[in-house]
């Protein structure tokens, strides 16, 4: 009943019991006796745009065809003017197959490119940086009574994380409301399965949030902005280059999230204090997270 009282607001939620996504391991703890927990897996998930191989990420497994749209879609290797024939999961081969109705730019500029150790990912950074000139997030308003709803809905979700940790998650919301809540060792898959989601449904960025568990990264930023998303915050902290690229587009930034204390190094403007934070309780230690790493 208390999952379903966590998870009832969500369109997608974790699942902590799904098979595959993680494994009984056991060991020996610091008494020398023998104990058993929960670790996350990893596998490799090979990412194809048409015919072209684009990359292999170590990921839990869950959501595929989300994870490779969202990353193909937050690399900038298609957009909105490429159209999407397809999205082909082979779970025997472990890859996802993007298929668009012609060549995309991404597929002629690569023949231009000289790729190095095998990868094209790494030619694409700079790509990224590109797509942010001249980009106009929505204004609209972040009110603090949402982050504070937000940020306790989200804590008391059943997750990976809470059973066997070694997780990032991400969480699309509006409003107060959380909508998706995506989880994978690494926070660049998390953030690109949402964007996945609201790539392959056609949601509007618009009035929306993303709320995460990892560090506020340049990459994160980026990604976020790439999507459309005005306002990004997270459980974690900084990094200047971060801070420096939400201030360069106008990305309402806010870290250390934690019961009524945060920061933000960014956007401010989009704030709304129709909240007292004296009135927010300090946030309890987490429980439930037995057998965890």
């Given at each position: 009943m208390g999952k379903e009282i966590e998870t009832e607001s969500y369109i997608l939620a974790p699942d902590p019991y799904a098979a595959r996504l993680t494994r009984a391991v056991t060991g020996r703890d610091q008494n020398g006796e023998i104990t058993e927990i929960n670790v996350v897996e990893e596998r490799p998930l090979t990412i194809f745009l048409n015919a072209r191989e684009i990359v292999t990420a170590m990921t839990i497994g869950d959501y595929p065809e989300y994870l490779a749209l969202g990353f193909l879609r937050n690399q900038g290797m298609i957009t909105d003017a490429d159209k999407v024939l397809g999205v082909e999961y082979d779970e025997e081969s472990e890859a996802v197959v993007v298929r668009t109705d012609q060549r995309t730019r991404f597929e002629d500029k690569l023949e231009k490119k000289t790729r190095?150790?095998?990868?094209?990912?790494?030619?694409?950074?700079?790509?990224?940086?590109?797509?942010?000139?001249?980009?106009?997030?929505?204004?609209?308003?972040?009110?603090?009574?949402?982050?504070?709803?937000?940020?306790?809905?989200?804590?008391?979700?059943?997750?990976?994380?809470?059973?066997?940790?070694?997780?990032?998650?991400?969480?699309?919301?509006?409003?107060?409301?959380?909508?998706?809540?995506?989880?994978?060792?690494?926070?660049?898959?998390?953030?690109?399965?949402?964007?996945?989601?609201?790539?392959?449904?056609?949601?509007?960025?618009?009035?929306?949030?993303?709320?995460?568990?990892?560090r506020l990264t340049s990459e994160m930023v980026i990604k976020t902005a790439l999507m459309g998303i005005p306002a990004l915050v997270s459980r974690s902290g900084f990094t200047a280059w971060g801070v420096e690229i939400a201030r360069q587009v106008g990305l309402t930034l806010v870290g250390r999230m934690r019961g009524h204390r945060f920061v933000c190094l960014s956007g401010d403007e989009r704030l709304v204090w129709d909240a007292d934070p004296a009135s927010v309780p300090e946030e309890p230690r987490k429980s439930g997270r037995k057998g965890a790493v």
């Open positions: 190095t150790s095998g990868c094209a990912v790494g030619t694409v950074f700079g790509d990224m940086m590109e797509g942010l000139e001249g980009l106009k997030l929505p204004s609209g308003e972040v009110k603090l009574s949402d982050l504070y709803a937000l940020s306790g809905k989200i804590n008391r979700t059943p997750s990976i994380y809470l059973s066997a940790g070694a997780i990032h998650g991400t969480v699309l919301c509006e409003g107060g409301r959380p909508l998706v809540y995506m989880e994978d060792v690494g926070r660049h898959n998390a953030v690109d399965k949402v964007a996945g989601w609201m790539f392959s449904e056609g949601i509007s960025p618009e009035g929306k949030l993303l709320y995460t568990t990892g």
